[in-house]
Every structure is written in structure tokens, then in C-alpha cells.
């Protein structure tokens, strides 16, 4: 029993618009996670850096338009902190990366489906 037309270009319509917007929101999720990368890069490099210093020596930490003389064991237990957030907000992004990955996929499937068989 075949679809009316009406039917079917609504149902087009609904099933595009989903797949468009699943495409747009994989879009920025790929985007943030390349962010977080270099983020969680950059959190390494310091680590790294903090680390091979001597115990006594200064450290500095930006405070808005100032400097703050911080402990290392302090700027250690922050990098540690930040680089946790990171990796959790990275796990999520994982996630949802995902869920929307199939969505398009399903949507696009979809849309091939309904155009291939005209709905039947």
C-alpha cells in the first residue's frame, strides 16, 4: 500500500531535517574535541615541564593581568585536576559523538529507503 505524496514528503522532510541537523551537531562536537585535545596537550607539556624542575625553584601562574608565585606541589595538584576534568569531558563528548554518528546514519538509511522503495 503505497504512501500518499503528502505523507511522504512530510516524512522526507522530517527525516532531512534530522540528518541535517545530526551532520551540523557532529560538526561541533568533532570541533570541541579538537579543542580539548589541544587543551589536554598543552596540560601534558606543562606537567612535563613543572616536573623537571628543581623543588626549589619559583613557579609562576598567571592571575588575570598578574603573576602569582605558587608552590609546585599546588601547580602539580591543578594540572592533575584540570587534566581529570579534560578527560571526562572528553569520555562525554565520546558519547555523544556517537549517539549522533548513528543518528545520521540511521537518518540517512532512512531517507535512502523511503526514496528507494517510495515508502512501501
Not at 22 to 34: P, T, W, Y
Not at 67 to 92: G, H
Request: charged share 25%.
Amino acid at each position: 500500500m503505497p504512501i500518499p505524496n503528502e505523507a511522504l514528503q512530510k516524512m522526507l522532510q522530517e527525516i532531512g531535517q534530522k540528518k541535517a541537523f545530526a551532520e551540523q551537531q557532529l560538526s561541533i562536537v568533532r570541533q570541541q574535541m579538537a579543542v580539548k585535545n589541544r587543551e589536554n596537550r598543552m596540560l601534558q607539556l606543562t606537567a612535563s615541564e613543572v616536573g623537571s624542575l628543581p623543588a626549589d625553584t619559583k613557579v609562576y601562574e598567571g592571575v588575570g593581568k598578574m603573576f602569582v608565585c605558587t608552590p609546585i606541589p599546588e601547580v602539580q595538584k591543578r594540572i592533575s585536576t584540570e587534566s581529570d576534568a579534560l578527560k571526562s569531558e572528553m569520555a562525554n563528548l565520546d558519547k555523544k559523538q556517537d549517539y549522533l554518528e548513528k543518528t545520521y546514519t540511521n537518518s540517512k538509511n532512512s531517507l535512502e529507503q523511503v526514496l528507494r522503495g517510495g515508502g512501501s
